[in-house]
């Protein structure tokens, strides 16, 4: 890589880093492992930097390299991930959104529990606000499989928080305070 295009990709990264670090962090709930996530993402983005410059969408596919790390992760048993203790993390919230901790909290819980792919599903729907087709072409996938994805991870949570919890939830997932 030349030294123009390493300058083009540092400066991308850095004003990219406390987005994907949220996304990273609403998928995996764990600061953690959403250090890891994204360290995976700009990792392959740096090898692939001059083929993901030319993309339509700069943004939108460095968000999709960043989503199928956290898939593969899903997919690897525990053995794969190492912990670090003793270090303390402080997600970035998103900006104009007073934190809700009550709220973020119980929603925290609920996503956890919740299968990886729809989980993904909901946190580029309703967190990230993206259209179907975009999250479609994120996760690589029909819209229709996203929208049964979305119905059944709404319908997860409703079932994990029960019915007064659900209009909260859904309410804070559409002002992104999660």
């Not at 740096?46 to 969408?57: E, K, N, T």
């Not at 690589?140 to 119905?151: D, H, L, P």
Request: charged residues 25%; aromatic residues 6%.
């Amino acid at each position: 890589m030349h030294a123009a295009e390493e300058r083009d990709y540092v400066d991308y990264v850095t004003a990219r880093l406390p987005s994907l670090r949220r996304l990273a962090y609403y998928l995996c709930k764990d600061a953690h492992r959403a250090d890891d996530v994204v360290q995976m993402a700009i990792t392959r983005l740096y090898v692939h930097w001059r083929r993901a410059r030319a993309a339509r969408d700069l943004d939108r596919y460095v968000d999709a390299m960043l989503v199928r790390c956290f898939l593969n992760d899903q997919r690897l048993g525990w053995w794969t991930r190492v912990r670090l203790a003793g270090y303390s993390h402080e997600v970035p919230e998103a900006a104009g959104h007073p934190p809700d901790v009550e709220t973020r909290s119980v929603v925290h819980a609920a996503l956890a529990k919740v299968p990886p792919r729809q989980r993904a599903v909901l946190v580029l729907r309703f967190l990230c606000d993206l259209p179907v087709t975009e999250v479609a072409e994120i996760l690589g996938c029909s819209t229709g499989n996203v929208k049964s994805q979305a119905a059944r991870g709404l319908a997860a949570l409703r079932r994990l928080l029960g019915d007064d919890p659900a209009s909260m939830v859904e309410g804070a997932m559409r002002h992104g305070r999660p």
